[in-house]
């Protein structure tokens, strides 16, 4: 079983929708991470936390520490938004990130 | 800034051949790392450094070299190219110190081994 699982691997949506991205993982960690990759490949920061929730724009990131969880939630999607999304966490101690699948995500207009 | 930056963007190898994959950041950043993505698979770590002249192995090192002569470069070396080897390599780099920080990511070499 993978340290990070994410689900689901696939989400297409409408424009317009609210969509939940989700990331579990098993280990301790300092921080976890999401990051979007666009399908010319680059990969892009969008946020990082240990504790509670972030928001920048339409993008929200909440984590919960106890049950070792954390979703990205983007609000009113556009196509723009497509891209494969990961989590990624740094387990305590190490100074190494462990990352997850990706979810790639669709959005139609 | 320039960021990471790396190259080629595209390379193709055939079998038993050698290369170097280049990587440069113009941020000071001491930790930098190389990355391969495969299909299905998340981003796994072939080799790290955490400053010049230190490196260390990752989760996938073998039939790659790396040396850190300098803060800026981090070269990843193929002695010699395997199709098992055809993949997508990120480099990227962040400071060392503290539990906190961004990772930046360069964009990134598609390599392909017949």
């Known amino acids: 079983k993978n340290e990070v699982e994410q689900s689901p691997q696939n989400l297409t949506a409408q424009e317009g929708e609210f969509i939940t991205i989700n990331c579990s993982y098993s280990v301790g960690i300092s921080a976890l991470h999401w990051l979007q990759q666009h399908p010319g490949g680059g990969i892009v920061s969008l946020f990082m936390l240990s504790s509670g929730k972030k928001k920048h724009g339409r993008l929200i990131a909440t984590i919960n520490i106890q049950e070792k969880h954390s979703s990205l939630h983007i609000t009113a999607s556009h196509p723009r938004d497509s891209a494969v999304y990961i989590c990624?966490?740094?387990?305590?101690?190490?100074?190494?990130?462990?990352f997850g699948q990706g979810t790639r995500l669709t959005i139609n207009p | 800034n320039a960021g990471v930056t790396q190259t080629p963007k595209f390379q193709v190898l055939k079998t038993g051949q050698s290369m170097t994959l280049q990587c440069a950041q113009d941020?000071?950043?001491?930790?930098m790392s190389w990355y391969r993505q495969d299909p299905g698979m998340g981003l796994r770590l072939i080799h790290y450094s955490v400053g010049a002249g230190i490196t260390d192995q990752g989760e996938v090192p073998n039939g790659y070299n790396v040396s850190r002569s300098t803060t800026e470069d981090f070269p990843l070396r193929l002695l010699s190219a395997a199709p098992s080897q055809t993949s997508v390599y990120f480099c990227?780099?962040?400071?060392?110190?503290?539990?906190?920080?961004?990772?930046?990511f360069g964009p990134g070499t598609r390599l392909t081994v017949t």
């Open positions: 990227a780099s962040r400071v060392t110190s503290g539990s906190f920080y961004e990772q930046y």
């Open positions: 941020m000071n950043h001491e930790y």
């Open positions: 990624a966490v740094r387990t305590q101690g190490a100074q190494k990130l462990v």
